[in-house]
């Protein structure tokens, strides 16, 4: 995948986006409670930095940044995707909390989140390993499908009692 706002017209989309981040952020912000969360996807960092390099671009990014570094105050999170992990600037580098490592482009970009030797996952679709931790997870997609699944679990396990709130 790549960046949504590639191409023409890739700016003012862009623009436009951050413009309703920054609002929506704002608007929390001076209401403060309870607030529906937001999740923003952004698939290919790497890709959406690039694009980005002149004087507009610039400040784009840099409203993007802020919102994503104060955003989770006000319940908006960010899940991003990149394919180099020196494509994360500092400014949401030093903020992130979770990173998940998939397969890499360049093995050495591992070391650069602190993950060496045998904490590097194998090369294999789906498998990933969580920064803080070490620990390695798979990804995958059950075969009946997400829902099918989620029933047949709710089913096995559904005779149990619930937890009760302490």
Partial sequence: GGFAGSGAGGS???????????????????NPGEHRKALILVDGLAAMRDE????????LLENF??????????????????TRAKAVPSQMEDVTTQRWLLRLADPY???????????????DPGRSVFSSTKLQTH????????????????????????????
Avoid: N
């Avoid at 980005?52 to 400040?59: K, R, S, T």
């Fill in 12 to 30: 003012e989309l862009l623009g436009r986006l951050v413009t309703f981040m920054r609002k929506e952020m704002a608007r929390r912000k001076a």
């Fill in 52 to 59: 980005y390099q002149d004087g507009e671009g610039m400040a």
């Fill in 65 to 82: 940044y802020r919102v994503y570094a104060d955003g989770p105050s006000v319940g908006m999170y960010f899940a991003v995707t990149t």
């Fill in 109 to 123: 970009d591992y070391s650069i989140a602190g993950i060496r030797g045998p904490d590097i996952p194998a090369p």
């Fill in 139 to 166: 990804i995958a997609t059950p075969p009946l499908g997400v829902s099918a699944a989620a029933a047949a679990i709710r089913d096995k396990w559904d005779h149990l009692p619930t937890k009760q709130p302490i």
